[in-house]
């Protein structure tokens, strides 16, 4: 069973940066895609963005490509989600998931994933 545990959320101004980092205890680690989610007040959760077990290939949502990057270190078993040049519309709960994958793929659905993070709150104000 994969505990994952996020960290790093805050409030920030718009324009400003946060790192979220989800730490795993699995002692397989490098077999888990990983994928960060955020689910804003009255909406449905959507991916952010999500990184293969090898880290070889990402994806990103629409909305946060060229503002934030994924990445994951696999020697200490956690993903990150870097944050830039954050908007009031990105204020949300973020949660990190884990799925066991034998083949290097990131899957963008929140279905596809088994494991969760309690989720860390970022609020960007105006």
């Known amino acids: 069973q994969v505990q994952l545990v996020e960290s790093g959320g805050g409030l920030v101004q718009a324009g400003n940066s946060l790192r979220l980092s989800c730490a795993a205890s699995v002692r397989t680690f490098s077999h888990y895609a990983m994928g960060w989610f955020r689910q804003a007040p009255e909406k449905e959760r959507e991916i952010v963005a999500a990184?293969?077990?090898?880290?070889?290939?990402?994806y990103y949502a629409d909305s946060v490509k060229g503002r934030f990057t994924i990445s994951r270190d696999n020697a200490k078993n956690t993903v990150y989600l870097q944050m830039n040049s954050l908007k009031p519309e990105d204020t949300a709960v973020y949660y990190c998931?884990?799925?066991?994958?034998?083949?290097?793929?990131?899957?963008?659905?929140?279905?596809?994933?088994?494991?969760w993070g309690q989720g860390t709150r970022v609020t960007v104000s105006s």
């Open positions: 990184i293969t077990w090898s880290g070889g290939s990402t």
């Open positions: 998931a884990a799925r066991f994958s034998v083949y290097d793929v990131a899957p963008r659905t929140s279905s596809a994933y088994s494991a």
